[in-house]
């Protein structure tokens, strides 16, 4: 059995590199995109501003996130894929960069709600007291409010991660060459379905299990600093100075 | 230095100021007591814009107070607050450095940091300022607050109840820092629940009840001497 894995491995080597960059490259860049997109779309429905012109702003983005929300991940991709770029737009686009954006758009409704969730969750004096020292309602969100909600969403940031990693699997459906796709082309050329596809669940468990490490290693890393100050007395000696 | 005029504020149709006239002079020392719900923090919040009223007027030197840019106009006003409100996210130093950090653009970090550690020192607060907040006491927790606020040189600072949430023992502290600030001349308002302090730092006291200015006096005729029933009424409650 292992001679077999290793042979697939040995065969196949180059698809298989290329299989998991390209699913790697979407899963990141696509959250990437997806978290940015995701906080601007969170920080503008989260503005208390009654501007006539923000009201109609915030309308959008909830049509936005609702008929996001509302479409299955491949569908969205499809549409991309076989209308939006082609038909609507004429724009030729390689394969690998439509799944990004799918990707990265499907996310940013989802991480936009977390982000949401997470500023509308922190005490409403941080904010008071932003506007209260003068600070603009822009100032306190960069300073004060995102920064605590960011390290409050740190574990559902990562299961988004994580479940947008798993779930480009289905870009095969317009033709990219990812783990997924290319291990059923292996199939379908050498005609063993068992190990190919142990290779294939093994990777993706590798992945995840390196990705959940990391994000338990970014939370610790945060939560110490932040909540408990155990950065203070490491500057100790540096204040001194001042008095 | 700060005036008033028939301030009104309704929350969904409640009036809960109603029509509110109030004169600060510099160096005046302002307290405000009243029953819960009576409006005290309401009408404190309008004083920086915190709540919009929902008429009437505020200037503040001169100006109206929605007029213009309000965030300068709040960095001249020192607000306090009940629960402290220290931003969770950074240190003691930081967080009384924020905003004059943003705001003065001529000035270095060396400068506003300088001017930091005195003040925290002037406050026996210097050797927190790289803790964080939650490792502080209440106490030490408004104290720093205080310190933020009078970071960007306020004209008048506004107090609502600041030793309400603090342990008894804890309280003296905080009363000790106004009180000191009393002295040095800064303008002041103050909401407060604790009548002998009021008493000892007010030049007047004002009785808000039901959103109305009910009474203002000296603090001794205010005491001594009260005049209508409702504040006679909450006096008896609250000093027994
Ligand atoms: N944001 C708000 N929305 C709706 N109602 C409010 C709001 N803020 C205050 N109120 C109402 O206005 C009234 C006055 O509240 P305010 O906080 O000014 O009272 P207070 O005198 O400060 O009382 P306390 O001594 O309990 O602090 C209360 O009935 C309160 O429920
Ligand atoms: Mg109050």
Redesign the interface.
């Known amino acids: 059995m292992f001679q077999n894995i290793w042979q697939i491995l040995n065969d196949h080597q180059e698809r298989l590199w290329t299989a998991l960059g390209n699913t790697l490259r979407i899963a990141f860049l696509g959250f990437a995109f997806a978290f940015i997109l995701g906080t601007l779309i969170a920080l503008v429905r989260t503005n208390p501003s009654r501007h006539p012109l923000m009201l109609v702003a915030k309308k959008i983005l909830e049509g936005y996130v609702l008929l996001i929300r509302g479409l299955p991940t491949t569908v969205q991709m499809l549409l991309w894929f076989f209308l939006i770029f082609p038909v609507a737009l004429q724009v030729r686009m390689p394969a690998v960069v439509i799944a990004m954006i799918a990707f990265s758009v499907d996310g940013s409704a989802y991480i936009s709600e977390t982000i949401r969730g997470a500023v509308q969750s922190i005490?409403k004096?941080?904010m008071?007291?932003?506007?209260?020292?003068?600070?603009?309602n822009f100032?306190t969100m960069q300073?004060?409010i995102l920064?605590?909600a960011f390290?409050n969403a740190i574990p559902q940031l990562g299961n988004e991660l994580i479940s947008m990693t798993k779930g480009t699997s289905v870009v095969g459906w317009i033709t990219v060459m990812d783990l997924t796709f290319t291990t059923n082309l292996i199939v379908s050329t050498t005609f063993d379905v068992v190990h190919p596809y142990i290779i294939l669940a093994v990777s993706y468990l590798i992945i995840v299990y390196i990705l959940t490490f990391l994000i338990k290693i970014l939370e610790k890393a945060v939560f110490k600093t932040?909540?408990?100050?155990k950065?203070?007395?490491?500057?100790?000696s540096r204040?001194r100075s001042?008095? | 230095m700060l005036s008033v005029n028939k301030l009104t504020k309704t929350f969904h149709g409640d009036v809960v100021l109603d029509e509110v006239s109030l004169e600060v002079k510099k160096g005046e020392k302002i307290a405000i007591i009243g029953a819960s719900g009576s409006g005290k923090s309401t009408l404190l919040r309008c004083l920086n814009m915190l709540e919009t009223p929902t008429s009437g007027h505020i200037y503040f030197q001169g100006e109206a107070l929605g007029e213009g840019n309000i965030n300068k106009k709040r960095q001249k006003i020192g607000f306090v607050f009940q629960s402290f409100n220290l931003f969770a996210n950074m240190t003691v130093l930081k967080n009384i450095t924020l905003a004059p950090l943003l705001q003065q653009k001529d000035a270095s970090k060396m400068e506003v940091e300088g001017k930091a550690m005195k003040l925290l020192s002037k406050f026996g607060l210097a050797d927190k300022a790289d803790a964080m907040p939650n490792s502080l006491s209440g106490g030490q927790k408004q104290r720093v607050a205080i310190v933020r606020a009078l970071m960007n040189d306020p004209d008048i600072m506004l107090f609502d109840e600041p030793t309400s949430a603090l342990d008894p023992e804890l309280v003296k502290e905080v009363l000790d820092v106004i009180l000191d600030l009393a002295s040095s001349g800064m303008t002041m308002v103050i909401v407060t629940h604790e009548m002998k302090f009021a008493k000892n730092f007010a030049d007047r006291v004002i009785f808000i009840d039901k959103g109305k200015i009910a009474e203002e006096n000296t603090p001794k005729e205010f005491f001594e001497n009260p005049k209508c029933d409702r504040l006679k009424e909450f006096l008896s409650k609250v000093l027994n």
């Open positions: 005490d004096g941080q008071e007291a932003g506007r209260a020292a003068g600070l603009t100032q300073k004060v920064p605590q390290r932040n909540a408990f100050g950065q203070a007395n490491k500057n100790f204040r001042f008095r």
